[in-house]
């Protein structure tokens, strides 16, 4: 028995001694490190950053957005509106060839969007493609879509749906093993571990120059971090630990690559219940936000003071806004203007368990004190958070944010239109309702169009339905042997040029 | 023996029943909805109309129950809403990293506990028995996210062939064929990704082993028929080893069963640090996305095994003392 033992240790003494591989990645392998794991890869069904990310390697749309989130071609070579806006054709790359060596025609993008549009099958985005009516196939590489509503920003949204082949999109297996025409090819996925992806040498793009992509789903951000520092990842992405930042800057062996984003956070305040359905009250809250603290302190210096609800990444934003800035004794005046000051006013703030939403909730209950106001908070776990926001009327002011701000009619019509479905505010005002009722007609490059938004940004700011807390930003971290990659403002973007990365 | 199996057996249906219904009720009750989850920022009430349809979530609970049990009593545990994959596959993908992980942090813990727990007991008030019972001290104190920290800052940065995290070749599969081919190689890569992650579980395991072996074989030590051993002349390994300890190992075995039962479910935190692909926290990630299915068939699953694990502890009593006998 003991000696059975002996030869056992001996034996891994032996395998562990003779051990000399070292867990550097290999050159021919480009090892994503990410945050979050994908929930799943079929473009049709997944609502998550994460999932877009891998997603947008394998697959890709039509259009796309390219690092100044300027539209340019992918799948399709060129784009037109009609002139009364309601035909958007395309005319397609020719000679593209799907990984399973099929050739990519106008039938997968007709079955694509009939797919998403079927009101039977479970698209969770239907709503952004609605007013799409039908779609005709003039020749192969030639499609109309011809629309039910005039809609200026559906490119916008066209830009976020991948074209999915029609020979394999019933396949039911299609979630977890993807067929699609982007530079790399799906290899295998162990969920929460590691996705493998191999080049596709028949890239209309060209041919990759690494052989191998790699996502790693590392959720803690400091395991994250000691892996890329170690060499075991070559890119780090999601959820920075602000903290950390200015080492990582300070770092010449690191290349930290920022951008602003495309999101915002934001208090929210219900319009409808007592104090809160004062203008000059909302207004007070919005000006004890301590914005410059939160993002010195809270974030780290990540991020930008909120002004709008458009970032400032778009056209359309504008500074030109009514002043809400941080001002306490400006605050006082508000409150006396509306008869509350001195009064013993208790609101409730709902947060999720975001620790930075949790800071600024502390912060903010720390500045509304100094205006007399109690603010009591309360932290929920985020889907129950969700439902208390989206489902009832519960609650008096409410943190929340919002990703993936693209265009202004993202960015304004479902929160602050009357009807819009994201209005959790119950904010109403007619002269806006028109205005974002208008935008969607108008050419987005217009000078018109700018005007409309710049004014319901106005309406908007000055109303206070929401108090703009920080515009968000996009950070990579990668190592100097990495060449070729940019931060993308939509990180969603991020690796859909990963084949013209070079890992010396 | 058999008969005592069967009835054990027997007493899991009502228990799984039990805890099926209370799961599901905890689930669909607690706040939070999956589709509002699912559908993200985009969607209307129309959508949200059409997915509850899709989806099966417009019908009354108790027929929801139903036609779940139903599924699951003819072994189907339903498809994810999230994952579009069927639970079973999902679960099964995942229980070997678990077990594994569950199987090495014990095989470390009792390694490491039951001798420095002997050491102590018989090196009682010497130098060797404060230093087991500080290891031990410690053990318990250190949270086991901390000790993962500490272990990856501290060795995995500079030790090159450690990872940082992941899992590698199977050490199942790998001892198979180290035994069979004599290829160390897929053993070696499991247990250089094993090794920190079990570690940092099998700590406080460790500790709380080591307590237990040297108070119970304090106490073991002090019985008459101890006495009765080392008066009739036997040597003190045999006294300590054969009469001593293999008493001393009930409680034990109890404790390293309840632990491994408990690290099957709750191993979450580790997993998360080393980014170990355990069932933990597939069931973790489907309670924050509310992905019923999932977290239906997992607890399922895990309060199955659970039992399991405890009859098997319950049988090995009679392995270490033959008095125990059960019929």
Known sequence: MDRKLGILTLVLVLVFGLGSIVTASSPDTIVVGSGAEAVGLDPRLETDVPSFERINVISESLVTFDTQMELVPRLATEWDFSDDGMTLTFWLREGVLWHDGEPFTAEDVKYTFEWVLDPDKAAPNRALYADIGEIEIENDYLVHFHLDNPNSFLLNNIARMPVVPAHHGERDDFRTNPIGTGPYKFVNWSRDDVMNLEAFNDYWGGEPIHPYVQFRAIPEASTRLLAFEAGEVDMYQGGMVPQELPRLEDDPNIIVERTPGTGYSYLGFNTKVGPLADVKVRQAISRVINREAIVDRVMNGIGTPGVSPIPPTLPWFSDDVYDLGYDIDAARELLEEAGVLGEDLTLRLFTNENPDRIRIAEILQFEAARVGITVNVTIEEWGAYLSRIQDTEDYDIFILGWGGQLDPDRAMYRQFHTDGPNNYTFFSDARLDELLERGRTLDPTSQESIEIYTEAQQIVVENAPYGFINYTEEVLIFHPHIEGITVHPYSANTWQDIHLVRKN | ?327
């Not at chain 2, 014990?106 to 390694?111: C, K």
């Not at chain 2, 995290?165 to 035994?179: A, K, M, T, V």
């Open chain 2, 1 to 327: 023996m058999f008969k005592y199996i069967i009835r054990r057996l027997l007493q899991l249906v009502p228990v799984i029943i039990g805890i099926s219904i209370v799961v599901f009720m905890i689930v669909h009750l607690a706040p939070g909805d999956p589709i509002l989850m699912m559908l993200g920022e985009d969607a209307t009430p129309e959508d949200y109309a059409r997915l509850q349809r899709i989806y099966g979530f417009d019908r009354p609970i108790h027929e929801q129950y139903l036609r779940w049990a139903g599924n699951a009593l003819q072994g189907n545990l339903g498809v994810s809403i999230r994952q579009g994959a069927p639970v079973s596959t999902l679960i099964y993908s995942r229980l070997p990293a678990t077990i594994e992980l569950a199987f090495v942090s014990v095989v470390l813990a009792v390694l490491l506990g039951v001798p420095l727990g002997v050491l102590a007991a018989i090196k009682r008030q010497t130098p060797v028995d404060f230093f087991s019972m500080i290891v031990a001290l410690l053990g318990v104190s250190m949270p086991g996210f901390w000790v993962a920290l500490m272990l990856l800052t501290y060795v995995a940065l500079n030790v090159g062939w450690i990872p940082m995290f992941g899992r590698g070749g199977s050490i199942f599969n790998g001892f198979w064929q180290l035994i069979t081919t004599f290829d160390g190689s897929e053993l070696y890569d499991g247990l250089r990704y094993v090794m920190l992650p079990a570690i940092s579980i099998g700590t406080a395991m460790m500790a709380i082993i080591t307590r237990l072996t040297r108070s119970s074989l304090l106490e073991i030590l002090g019985r008459d028929y101890i006495r009765t051993a080392r008066a009739k002349g036997l040597t003190e390994r045999v006294v300590v080893f054969k009469h001593g300890l293999r008493n001393a190992l009930l409680p034990v075995v109890t404790v390293v069963g309840i632990q491994f039962g408990a690290m099957l479910g709750g191993a979450v935190i580790t997993e998360t640090v080393f980014a170990w692909p355990g069932a933990g926290r597939l069931i973790v990630n489907a309670i924050q996305q509310r992905d019923f299915p999932i977290v239906q068939g997992g607890v399922l699953m895990m309060a199955l095994i659970f039992t399991l694990v405890n009859l098997t502890v319950d049988l090995s009593y009679a392995v270490l003392n033959p008095r125990i006998r059960y019929d």
